[in-house]
C-alpha cells in the first residue's frame, strides 16, 4: 500500500500565497505522474496541475501564471505553490500519485489520492 500525507492549506487573504506538499510513502517502485486536483462547494473535482517524471507540466488555464507544481523524486514529495490567490481558488485540495508496484507476480499502475486539504482564501 501507499500513503500520501498533504499538507499546507489553510486561510490566506486574496492576493496571498500558500505552498502545498503531498508525501508518498510505502511500497512504491517508482513514482509516475504527480498532480493536484480541487473540487470547489457544490462542484465537481478538476486538475490544478500535473507533472511527469520527467520534470513536464501541465495546469489548468485558470491557474498559469500563478500556481508551480514541482516534485521532489528523492523525497517522493509533489509541491503545489500557489500565489497572488483569489477567492474563486477556494477548494479542497487532493494530491494525486500514479505509482508503480511489485504485486507479484508482475508490475502494476496503480493510482492514489491524498485525504484533501482545504484552502480557504477569503478577507
Known amino acids: 500500500q501507499v500513503q500520501l500525507v498533504e499538507s499546507g492549506g489553510g486561510l490566506v487573504q486574496p492576493g496571498g500565497s500558500l505552498r502545498l506538499s503531498c508525501a508518498a510513502s510505502?511500497?512504491?517502485?517508482?513514482?509516475?505522474?504527480m498532480g493536484w486536483y480541487r473540487q470547489a462547494p457544490g462542484k465537481q473535482r478538476v486538475l490544478v496541475a500535473t507533472?511527469?517524471?520527467?520534470?513536464?507540466?501541465n495546469y489548468a488555464d485558470s491557474v498559469k501564471g500563478r500556481f508551480t507544481i514541482s516534485r521532489d523524486n528523492a523525497k517522493n514529495t509533489v509541491y503545489l505553490q500557489m500565489n497572488s490567490l483569489k477567492p474563486e481558488d477556494t477548494a479542497v485540495y487532493t494530491c494525486?500519485?500514479?505509482?508503480?508496484?511489485?504485486?507479484?507476480?508482475?508490475?502494476?499502475?496503480?493510482?492514489?489520492w491524498g485525504q484533501g486539504t482545504q484552502v480557504t482564501v477569503s478577507s
Open positions: 494525486n500519485v500514479q505509482c508503480t508496484q511489485w504485486v507479484p507476480p508482475k508490475m502494476v499502475l496503480k493510482d492514489y
Open positions: 510505502g511500497s512504491i517502485f517508482s513514482i509516475n505522474g
Open positions: 507533472i511527469t517524471s520527467g520534470g513536464s507540466t
